[in-house]
């Protein structure tokens, strides 16, 4: 919205104030720097204080543009930006620098990149594990081949308020340390970021995004319960919304594929050979066997998931045990795995995990759920033994955990009430967080906001992306697609997103639209199968 010229010359004033002999630039009529252009040089950014705040820039260095294909996409990945980032002003800095109860040195850190040219935009670039680095912020997640700070958007990263390995959780005996992490962190790099975008281009952001998976995903969802105002629009994928509920999960999947793993040099079990690599493939084959042609076409990829009916009995050797079927004990294994814990009282510990074409990939950076032995990123390779009631009750007694879970809060009204959209999205292959998960939780908080006819057309759409595992690739899936400007279009021109259009490497020249649930990609019947446009989202 645009401001008046009295509001206009009260902040020409508060920059010169502040900035000292750095010019004030000329301001459009909507109240910003013209063009979207800096108020101050990107070098003056580091000497600039921030009265009644901690935050302290250490470093800000103007980056030239960088060609495409120069510039990591994540860290420790080889894939690369396929577009040129323009030129913008990294600042790294600190908020609330302090020694924590365990005597280690602890702050809040993070990055912002502030493009020249900048389209009045803002967004919060989601973390990943338990968060401990600060990564580049380039916005890459669910933003298609086009990252945020390509098209002009100021991005912030953060490492939550630590430093450490990705799964290193001794920050936790920290009490203010682990607050950060499950929650607080957000609102104040949030509170920080914005303060530097208005100090440095003159204006505060127009419109305010957040983006991210895995942590990113359940962060975000934090923002939309607890900081409510923040935000326009949310991006959550694959959210790590309760994570002792799902590594519940994956201790009872491994534990039933423990017990039909063959041993290996240690005298344990392996899980993770419980079925051979023949076995994975005759398990693949068999599911997309009873499911792909669900959706109008045979093409490797099941979009109608909730009529996917498949059934391990069906592979069950009716005498001797051969490569074309799997013994009865591995049949019963791989049923009870999928079907999910129970406690005593029979009640559902944690969601099943679906059945889909990429359960047992292979040669991708997190591979499937058959071909990892359902191992948990931070818990134990085996499980031979396993209590439900007793994990669920130690989980559900852990004050952290509480902290940490956004599954129980549905009651959005303050975020959707000044217009804010939240759009969810999973890989039906994630062999960490079922997606079957994140659609619970999806339903009930469209139950808690009036319903999900209402929530689909004015505030909320999820997504269920085939094939694909934790948050991205996959040995059968289309992984690149743009929900970044959909929230966008969503927000900014009431454009309900009903699909997105995917792409990926697992299948070169193909398209499909990516339906918002409960719908999925349906074929016409007409047209070339690996166009998008030869499809139509139904129930």
């Not at 945020?148 to 430093?163: K, Y």
């Not at 319960?225 to 309760?242: E, K, L, T």
């Amino acid at each position: 919205m645009g401001r008046t010229r009295k509001e206009i010359s009260t902040i020409q004033i508060i920059i010169a104030f502040f900035v000292g002999c750095a010019a004030v630039p000329m301001f459009s009529e909507t109240g910003g720097a013209a063009d979207g252009q800096p108020a101050i040089n990107c070098e003056g950014l580091a000497s600039v204080s921030f009265p009644g705040s901690t935050i302290v820039i250490e470093k800000a260095e103007a980056l030239p543009e960088a060609p495409a294909e120069t510039v990591q996409a994540r860290p420790g990945d080889p894939q690369t930006v396929g577009v040129a980032i323009p030129s913008y002003c990294r600042a790294e800095g600190v908020i609330e620098r302090r020694t924590g109860a365990d005597g280690k040195n602890y702050a809040i850190g993070f990055a912002i990149a502030l493009p020249d040219r900048w389209n009045g935009r803002f967004l919060f670039q989601g973390g990943g594990g338990l968060n401990g680095s600060i990564r580049p912020p380039l916005g890459t997640q669910a933003a298609g081949d086009v990252p945020a700070l390509a098209r002009g958007f100021a991005v912030v990263s953060t490492d939550s308020g630590h430093r450490g390995a990705v799964f290193d959780a001794s920050f936790m005996v920290d009490q203010e340390a682990a607050i950060n992490f499950a929650q607080a962190s957000l609102g104040k790099v949030t509170a920080a970021a914005k303060t530097i975008i208005g100090r440095y281009y003159g204006r505060p952001p127009e419109r305010s995004y957040f983006v991210g998976c895995s942590t990113g995903g359940r962060e975000g969802m934090v923002a939309s319960q607890r900081y409510p105002d923040d935000f326009d629009g949310i991006v959550a994928g694959a959210p790590a919304m309760r994570t002792g509920r799902s590594n519940l999960g994956l201790a009872w999947a491994n534990y039933h594929f423990t017990q039909i793993a063959p041993k290996g040099e240690s005298g344990k079990p392996e899980p993770a050979r419980a079925f051979s690599p023949s076995e994975r493939k005759l398990i693949t084959d068999a599911i997309v066997a009873a499911c792909d042609a669900k959706d109008g076409l045979k093409d490797g990829m099941i979009f109608n998931l909730r009529q996917c009916r498949f059934d391990p009995a069906a592979l069950a050797c009716g005498g001797a045990k051969t490569d074309a079927c799997l013994a009865p004990a591995q049949v019963d294994a791989l049923t009870k795995a999928f079907a999910g814990p129970r406690n005593s009282r029979g009640a559902p510990a944690y969601s099943a995990f679906p059945w889909d074409s990429g359960i047992a990939a292979a040669d991708v950076p997190i591979p499937g759920i058959l071909t990892t032995g359902a191992r948990s990123p931070v818990g134990p390779a085996v499980f031979e033994t396993i209590n439900v009631d007793e994990i669920q009750d130690r989980v559900d007694g852990d004050g952290m955990q509480r902290l940490q879970s956004t599954a129980n809060w549905t009651n959005l009204n303050s975020f959707f009430g000044h217009g804010g959209k939240i759009l969810f999205y999973h890989g039906v292959s994630d062999p960490w967080f079922s997606a079957l998960d994140t659609i619970d939780y999806y339903e009930r908080m469209a139950a808690s906001s009036g319903g999900l006819d209402k929530v689909r057309a004015n505030f909320s759409r999820a997504y269920l992306v085939p094939g694909m595992g934790h948050c991205s690739t996959g040995a059968a899936t289309l992984d690149r697609f743009d929900l970044l400007q959909a929230v966008v279009d969503w927000v900014e021109q009431g454009k309900a997103p009903d699909a997105v259009i995917a792409t990926g490497p697992a299948f070169p020249g193909r398209s499909r639209p990516i339906c918002a649930y409960p719908q999925h990609a349906t074929y016409t019947g007409q047209g070339n199968p690996e166009d998008a446009t030869s499809f139509e989202c139904r129930d």
